[in-house]
């Protein structure tokens, strides 16, 4: 259906959200383990979606998010959140995120939110 990245630095939760993804026969086109990795990625696969852990090595979520809507105003992307911090959450949505996703994950709810944010 739609090609998605995968931001998270636990390789845990980013074999959940590949199995969850599957059963919404999404394709998941790249996997960052941190924050550099996750801007460099995201560049060069375009996703059309990208799931973004907030707290992450050698770049947060929040500075992630900064640099690739700086570049790409128009991109897609969902956080992934174990905090529920916010101030940082809404900081996030003020400067393009679509949504939130709580983790622990809700297998339903994140089908929900992927397809509604790729609407």
């Given at each position: 259906?739609?090609?998605?990245?995968?931001?998270?630095?636990?390789?845990?939760?980013?074999?959940?959200?590949?199995?969850?993804?599957?059963?919404?026969?999404?394709?998941?086109?790249?996997?960052?383990r941190d924050g550099e990795e996750a801007v460099d990625l995201f560049f060069q696969t375009s996703p059309e979606l990208l799931l973004l852990d907030l707290a992450m090595p050698k770049?947060?979520?929040?500075?992630?998010?900064?640099?690739?809507?700086?570049?790409?105003?128009?991109?897609?992307?969902?956080?992934?959140?174990?905090?529920?911090?916010?101030?940082?959450?809404?900081?996030?949505l003020q400067i393009g995120a679509l949504s939130y996703i709580s983790k622990p994950f809700d297998f339903t709810n994140v089908l929900k939110q992927i397809n509604d944010s790729l609407k």
């Open positions: 259906m739609s090609n998605i990245m995968i931001a998270d630095d636990s390789d845990a939760v980013r074999l959940v959200l590949k199995d969850i993804l599957a059963i919404g026969t999404h394709t998941v086109v790249a996997e960052a770049k947060d979520g929040l500075t992630v998010l900064k640099e690739i809507i700086e570049k790409n105003p128009s991109a897609k992307v969902v956080l992934i959140t174990a905090s529920d911090d916010q101030k940082i959450i809404n900081q996030c």
